[in-house]
């Protein structure tokens, strides 16, 4: 993990979503501070997801504001943003008709318009930082989910964002699997990349996360560093969750 590392702030100030009559978002605040890791934790439907989502945009807030870097990016032209803050889904959303190679040059091309030859090279240089540079020819189903998640984040880290996002990254995956990809996680947050983690994995939470924050019915119930979420929860419904799941 070599690339220089270009990272932004993001904030969430007071962001409602609706689904018709329910509200999956009530008010959510939110800061991650530049080069910080935030992982997100509750139960299914807390609005995790969402909120996720909401940082580029993918899903438009009903209200509220959302900042990068200090600036308003809630009216700006999406696409402009979602150069600036990559995300990794849950299920890869690789392009199985072609190549690994290609499911990195290809965004390379569209969206940030650059020539083949250079687009080539720098995705040939994200394989390798994800350690899978001899997979470029092969199609995504001849590899195991964890190295196409691995693919996944090569493509993102191929546009070189400022933000990362990472969406229930490894619950897809066979459980042998999953330590090669939050190994990977926990390098880019050394580096310094500004990264949003939703996670059901409370041992990377613990122990990679700046700030942890836990979600129930919308909100953001309570924040702060992991050793006083996870040792010291204040709110019952946290306790409670907690109780489940360690």
């Given at each position: 993990?070599?690339?220089?590392?270009?990272?932004?702030?993001?904030?969430?100030?007071?962001?409602h979503v609706?689904?018709?009559?329910?509200?999956?978002?009530?008010?959510?605040?939110?800061?991650?501070?530049?080069?910080?890791?935030?992982c997100?934790i509750?139960?299914?439907?807390?609005?995790?997801?969402?909120?996720?989502?909401?940082?580029?945009?993918?899903?438009?807030?009903?209200?509220?504001?959302?900042?990068?870097?200090?600036?308003?990016?809630?009216?700006?032209?999406?696409?402009?943003?979602?150069?600036?803050?990559?995300?990794?889904f849950?299920?890869?959303?690789?392009?199985g008709?072609?190549?690994?190679?290609?499911?990195?040059?290809?965004?390379?091309?569209?969206?940030?318009?650059?020539?083949?030859?250079?687009?080539?090279?720098?995705?040939?240089?994200?394989?390798?930082?994800?350690g899978?540079?001899?997979?470029?020819p092969?199609?995504?189903?001849?590899?195991?989910?964890g190295?196409q998640?691995?693919?996944?984040?090569?493509?993102?880290?191929?546009?070189?964002?400022?933000?990362?996002?990472?969406?229930?990254?490894?619950s897809?995956?066979?459980?042998?699997?999953?330590?090669?990809?939050?190994?990977?996680?926990?390098?880019?947050?050394s580096?310094?990349?500004?990264?949003?983690?939703?996670?059901?994995?409370?041992?990377?939470a613990?122990?990679?996360?700046?700030?942890?924050?836990?979600?129930?019915a919308?909100?953001?119930?309570?924040?702060?560093?992991?050793?006083?979420?996870?040792?010291?929860?204040?709110?019952?419904?946290?306790?409670?969750?907690?109780?489940?799941?360690?």
């Amino acid at each position: 993990m070599t690339t220089a590392v270009r990272s932004s702030s993001v904030e969430l100030r007071d962001v409602h979503v609706r689904f018709g009559t329910l509200e999956v978002l009530r008010g959510v605040d939110l800061r991650v501070e530049r080069g910080r890791t935030t992982c997100v934790i509750g139960p299914s439907g807390s609005g995790k997801s969402t909120l996720l989502r909401c940082v580029n945009r993918l899903q438009e807030p009903d209200s509220g504001d959302l900042l990068l870097d200090g600036e308003s990016v809630v009216r700006t032209d999406p696409d402009a943003l979602r150069q600036r803050v990559g995300m990794v889904f849950q299920h890869f959303n690789l392009f199985g008709h072609r190549s690994v190679l290609d499911n990195i040059v290809l965004p390379l091309r569209s969206v940030k318009k650059l020539g083949k030859e250079e687009a080539t090279e720098i995705a040939r240089a994200r394989l390798a930082e994800v350690g899978l540079a001899d997979k470029a020819p092969y199609r995504p189903s001849a590899l195991s989910g964890g190295q196409q998640q691995r693919v996944a984040i090569a493509r993102a880290l191929a546009m070189d964002p400022e933000v990362m996002l990472f969406d229930e990254a490894t619950s897809a995956l066979d459980p042998e699997l999953v330590k090669g990809v939050l190994d990977l996680m926990a390098g880019l947050a050394s580096r310094g990349l500004t990264l949003i983690v939703v996670t059901h994995e409370m041992g990377f939470a613990r122990n990679v996360a700046d700030e942890v924050a836990f979600m129930d019915a919308g909100r953001i119930v309570e924040q702060g560093p992991p050793a006083q979420l996870f040792d010291n929860p204040r709110s019952p419904r946290l306790q409670r969750f907690l109780s489940q799941v360690l």
